[in-house]
């Protein structure tokens, strides 16, 4: 039976979602060997989002085919048991032919950076901390450029295939001020993203925040059409998938 589960991580400790070498600890590796513990089986999980190493998710979706005499919530019990204290299933439901990539409408990311002059210990795996000011207003001029489909080749390369436009339908910051500094956080959903894509837009749109890159040297550097060599990419730590959406 074909299983469809919401997953939340910490993503620290681990080098991304996808299976790697032996012994090197993944998201996917950790659920598979909970399912193993449980069931006696072994399979393979698939995953809306390939999230990088050090990147979070709250609403990771995936999928895997077990057999499982028991009720779903069972299943689900069982299985946060056995996982790891920075992974969790949030749900769990039968879904026979579901799968959580291909059958994807879109995928949302939050990106979160705190702008504040001391450094922030318990927050420095959930946020890329500035300690330069920036120009929000430029920062959301330059992210309503990347709104609607586009060739985002210069962003990164694809992780299947050779094309690289992708949609992109919703693009925005948002300003909090917190008793540590000023949260910035982004938002962005596109029907796709390319390799480090989304690491790539923050990187960018913090350096127009700076002044470091006009908006017409952005905007040229986004209309090409070949990836960018040497385009800052932001760390990892302050990105999180937050929302997968399906037809339903």
């Not at 420095?124 to 901390?129: L, P």
């Not at 060739?151 to 909090?176: H, N, Y």
């Not at 959903?189 to 040297?217: D, K, S, T, W």
Request: hydrophobic fraction near 40%; aromatic fraction near 8%; avoid cysteine.
């Amino acid at each position: 039976m074909r299983y469809r589960a919401t997953l939340a991580y910490d993503g620290t400790a681990y080098q991304g979602f996808q299976r790697q070498a032996s012994g090197i600890p993944s998201i996917q590796a950790a659920v598979e060997q909970a399912i193993a513990n449980v069931s006696g089986q072994q399979v393979t999980v698939s995953g809306a989002g390939r999230t990088d190493t050090g990147v979070h998710a709250s609403g990771q979706v995936i999928a895997f085919d077990v057999e499982w005499a028991h009720k779903d919530h069972d299943l689900l019990r069982a299985l946060n048991a056995r996982l790891p204290q920075d992974i969790a299933l949030q749900d769990i439901r039968q879904q026979p032919g579901f799968h959580p990539r291909y059958d994807a409408l879109s995928r949302l990311y939050r990106y979160r950076v705190l702008v504040a002059v001391q450094r922030q210990p318990l927050l420095r795996e959930r946020v890329w901390q500035l300690r330069q000011s920036v120009d929000s207003e430029l920062m959301e001029q330059a992210a309503n450029l990347f709104l609607g489909e586009k060739d985002f080749g210069a962003l990164g390369k694809p992780t299947q295939g050779e094309v690289t436009i992708r949609t992109v339908f919703q693009s925005e910051w948002a300003a909090q001020q917190t008793e540590f500094g000023t949260l910035m956080t982004y938002t962005v959903e596109a029907n796709g993203f390319l390799q480090h894509m989304v690491r790539r837009m923050v990187a960018m749109l913090v350096q127009v925040g700076q002044n470091r890159i006009p908006l017409e040297r952005f905007e040229e550097l986004l209309n090409r059409a070949q990836l960018v060599e040497g385009l800052p990419i932001a760390p990892p730590q302050g990105l999180t998938l937050e929302v997968v959406r399906y037809n339903e």
